[in-house]
């Protein structure tokens, strides 16, 4: 890695220091749901894409929003210079960096840019070009960011990308910027927020070599220049006026990075000793969230940044003498989570304080925070009206959790007596749970205590290969999807009129088997080899199981970001789980009666279920992924009875949970394995089962994917160009495998050209007999004319394929 010579030629003045030091208040959040309380962002923004909205009418809204958002956290008590955080993007958060500083890759060289030809991509048409492809000119790869279910679009970088800071940081448009932001808000006569910002070495860590990057070249080498492009956007954010910036290293709590971490380690110094140098700059904050900071924390101790914030929820408390290092910088007390859905322990969380108050230094101010971003977490519990009563009252959404910091930060400073009826309600519902009949369930518990490691086991895949195969009589290089088709709005409607009781159950019956039935005859039509019933029934993945799982509720107003303009509801995993009736057999089975072909029964994973609900913090995640996998198991087995010779068991978030420190994996791993294996461990050998993973390193946990077991998997690698396929191919992991050719996050439609070059490298890695061919992921958001053309673009290039064999 490059080595970074400090101070260097092209870093801001450094005499004369003209540093803000407003104190931060004693209560912030570290960022806040960016879609609006009803998705008003999402509306926008795709009714610009359709061209329902001009440029114009979609800042509009940007505006309107922000606004509102800053009005209502100052209402709910975030008061005082930076308690607000700035933390805008219209897409996403890593893309507003890249174009902050016009570091697209070549081929996004033809898009125009508002600060002039040298910057493109740079106005908001190029950001969502950038976000979403265009024509011949593919996205920029999606994956997780780091253990959540929030997707990053990956920055693509080499020796000679671009990394230059955009002339008063336009990061997609002059009025968006996190500097715009403060001056929208000062002329509004507010007080001043937080600028937040991705810091640079998670930038770079997150970052992906392009594929013109020479072999040795690491995104951490470009650092040095970095710096140069993050030193002017601090001075623009000075000259704004803002009194702080937010710099995001959620990267640091993690070891597992693809370069030593000492090598990190001494990036985070370089960087932060370069920056802290810098004198017309706000203060800053560097935020370490998703874990403990670990070793990083006397680095950063030992600069002159102003401000330090850790995840003191899923990350350890630091000792007192890492706390006793940190004299004149703020700390940021991360004791309310930012990423689930239950009420903080009041008492636990103010102890935890008290106890950080008496180990730093006097002139370390302790400021009351959330771990990370609320972004993670639905707007408002007070809205979910139709939830029970009591589970309701366990709740705390974005403003429940803001409200929390205000009274932590009120019985820090003013004792446990200003706020002794908080903490006396507080102790009375967290009892009130742990007493519930339902969080408790002996007949559960039971079942879960009594499986053994045959449950978790099948015959060995050698002799499952031969049945399947005389079963279903499949070509080389099978076609298939993933699962869902696109819900169009005839569903929705259909749906949505169903459950107000303006339409009764045959008639929604009625309109969902047409539906199916239209489904599968287009997939005999295109030739797809293996057919799906198009999941016509289901809202979503995971919501249509825990609808019909005891032990989940589900609410009206939830909504989370998923990516870009994609929101989903996490349903809240709240009391034991059981499976009280079949769930999917009677749709699978009319699907099947219209076909001869084989059919796929679709079931979600135990850990995708736990990974995109909201899951219950009173018991190990161990006993939580059991008992789905019991009730799964119990579906599988009442699918075959149908006679449903194929059934996929999606896990595409198994990658998603994998801990960000290496020796937290092997528990992990053995658990979401153990749970999967026990859904689909009492399946017989002629049943195929398939599984699905989607936006995530799958070469990370290869290990694992082939410890599942499943006869066939299906990965995303279109954005990513089959880059994982080596991987593979050095595992030897000898089951089938479907990698994806389409990018259905994407609306442009691939060519049979594009998807026959994808498949032969597959073949060229892997060889044809263990090959499928497939979407990246399921087509629900897509519409029918994209969806049928990139099918039989997809089914002609596998047969181009097989022909040649």
């Known amino acids: 890695m490059t080595s970074i010579n400090h101070p260097s030629a092209t870093q801001p003045s450094t005499t004369g220091s003209q540093i803000p030091t407003t104190p931060l208040p004693p209560a912030t959040i570290l960022g806040y749901p960016r879609i609006g309380a009803d998705r008003e962002l999402k509306r926008a923004v795709e009714s610009y894409w359709k061209g329902a909205t001009d440029l114009a009418a979609l800042r509009r809204s940007a505006r309107s929003l922000r606004k509102a958002t800053r009005s209502h956290l100052r209402e709910l008590g975030l008061t005082g210079p930076s308690a607000v955080p700035a933390d805008f993007a219209y897409y996403d958060q890593v893309l507003q960096v890249t174009t902050a500083f016009g570091a697209l890759p070549t081929r996004f060289a033809d898009l125009g840019g508002s600060a002039g030809e040298g910057y493109p991509g740079t106005d908001l048409p190029g950001y969502f070009t950038a976000a979403r492809g265009q024509g011949e000119c593919a996205a920029?790869?999606?994956?997780?960011?780091?253990?959540?279910?929030?997707?990053?679009?990956?920055?693509?970088?080499?020796?000679?990308?671009?990394?230059?800071?955009?002339?008063?940081?336009?990061?997609?448009?002059?009025?968006?910027?996190?500097?715009?932001?403060?001056?929208?808000?000062?002329?509004?006569?507010?007080?001043?927020?937080?600028?937040?910002?991705?810091?640079?070495?998670?930038?770079?860590?997150?970052?992906?070599?392009?594929?013109?990057?020479?072999?040795?070249f690491h995104p951490l080498d470009r650092l040095p220049d970095l710096l140069a492009a993050y030193g002017h956007l601090l001075g623009d954010l000075w000259a704004a006026g803002a009194q702080w910036v937010q710099l995001d290293e959620p990267a640091l709590v993690s070891d597992a990075w693809d370069v030593p971490r000492q090598q990190v380690l001494e990036a985070v110094r370089a960087a932060?000793?370069?920056?802290?140098?810098?004198?017309?700059?706000?203060?800053?904050?560097?935020?370490?969230?998703?874990?403990?900071?670990?070793?990083?924390?006397?680095?950063?101790?030992?600069?002159?940044?102003?401000?330090?914030?850790?995840?003191?929820?899923?990350?350890?408390r630091p000792t007192a003498q890492e706390l006793g290092s940190l004299g004149g910088k703020s700390v940021v007390a991360g004791v309310v989570s930012g990423r689930n859905v239950w009420r903080t322990d009041l008492e636990a969380a103010l102890e935890l304080l008290e106890g950080l108050r008496r180990d730093l230094?006097?002139?370390?101010?302790?400021?009351?925070g959330t771990s990370t971003s609320l972004q993670h977490v639905p707007h408002d519990a007070e809205r979910e009206t139709s939830l029970p009563a009591d589970v309701r009252s366990w709740l705390a959404f974005a403003d429940q959790k803001v409200a929390e910091v205000g009274v932590l930060a009120r019985a820090l400073a003013q004792g446990q007596q200003a706020v002794a009826q908080e903490l006396a309600l507080d102790a009375r519902l967290r009892e009130e749970r742990a007493t519930h009949p339902g969080v408790n369930r002996a007949e559960v518990r039971s079942a879960a205590g009594a499986v053994s490691a045959a449950d978790r086991q099948r015959s060995p895949y050698a002799e499952r290969q031969k049945v399947q195969a005389a079963r279903?009589?499949?070509?080389?290089?099978?076609?298939?999807?993933?699962?869902?088709?696109?819900?169009?709005?005839?569903?929705?409607?259909?749906r949505a009129a169903w459950r107000r009781g303006e339409l009764d159950h045959s008639g929604y019956e009625q309109a969902m088997r047409q539906e199916i039935a239209r489904v599968v005859e287009l997939q005999e039509e295109i030739g797809l080899d293996v057919l799906v019933h198009g999941e016509a029934e289901r809202n979503d993945m995971v919501q249509y199981f825990a609808e019909l799982l005891d032990g989940f509720v589900t609410t009206e107003h939830g909504w989370v970001q998923s990516y870009g303009s994609r929101c989903t509801r996490p349903s809240i995993l709240w009391g034991d789980v059981s499976r009280p009736a079949p769930m999917t057999v009677a749709w699978s089975s009319y699907a099947q009666s219209l076909t001869d072909k084989p059919l796929k029964g679709m079931l979600t994973g135990p850990v995708t279920i736990m990974a995109w609900s909201f899951v219950r913090d009173d018991v190990p995640r161990a006993l939580v992924a059991d008992q789905l996998g019991l009730a799964l198991r119990e579906e599988v087995a009442d699918l075959e009875a149908a006679g449903i010779p194929v059934i996929q068991v999606d896990e595409p978030a198994i990658r998603e949970t994998l801990p960000l420190r290496r020796a937290e994996r092997a528990d992990y791993l053995k658990w979401s394995v153990g749970a999967f294996r026990l859904a689909t461990g009492g399946a017989g050998a002629a049943t195929q089962i398939h599984t699905h993973l989607c936006y995530s390193e799958f070469d990370v946990v290869i290990d694992a994917v082939d410890h599942l077991d499943a006869d066939v998997t299906s990965i995303e690698a279109s954005r990513s160009r089959m880059d994982i396929l080596p991987a593979v191919a050095e595992h030897?992991?000898?089951?089938?495998?479907?990698?994806?050719?389409?990018?259905?996050?994407?609306?442009?439609?691939?060519?049979?050209?594009?998807?026959?070059?994808?498949?032969?490298?597959?073949?060229?890695?892997?060889?044809?007999?263990?090959?499928?061919?497939?979407?990246?992921?399921?087509?629900k958001t897509r519409g029918y004319e994209e969806t049928v053309a990139s099918l039989r673009h997809l089914v002609e290039a596998a047969q181009r394929v097989r022909a040649r064999r």
């Not at 959540?148 to 910027?177: C, I, Q």
Request: glycine share 8%; with cysteine; aromatic share 6%.
């Open 140 to 216: 920029l790869e999606m994956t997780k960011w780091l253990d959540s279910n929030y997707h990053y679009l990956v920055p693509e970088l080499d020796e000679h990308t671009p990394l230059d800071y955009v002339p008063g940081f336009a990061a997609v448009d002059p009025t968006d910027g996190p500097g715009a932001q403060v001056l929208e808000a000062e002329r509004a006569g507010e007080e001043v927020p937080r600028p937040v910002v991705v810091g640079p070495v998670t930038y770079l860590l997150l970052a992906k070599a392009s594929d013109e990057a020479g072999p040795d």
């Open 472 to 494: 279903l009589r499949l070509p080389l290089l099978p076609t298939t999807t993933i699962g869902s088709f696109p819900q169009t709005a005839q569903i929705r409607t259909a």
């Open 361 to 368: 230094p006097e002139d370390a101010p302790l400021v009351v």
């Open 272 to 316: 932060y000793t370069w920056i802290g140098a810098i004198a017309e700059r706000p203060q800053v904050l560097v935020a370490g969230t998703y874990g403990s900071l670990g070793d990083a924390l006397p680095v950063l101790a030992a600069t002159e940044i102003e401000g330090v914030a850790l995840d003191l929820v899923a990350g350890q």
């Open 732 to 779: 030897g992991f000898e089951r089938q495998l479907g990698p994806g050719v389409w990018d259905i996050h994407s609306p442009r439609v691939p060519s049979v050209d594009e998807c026959e070059e994808l498949l032969e490298r597959a073949v060229a890695a892997l060889g044809i007999e263990q090959l499928w061919a497939n979407p990246d992921c399921g087509l």
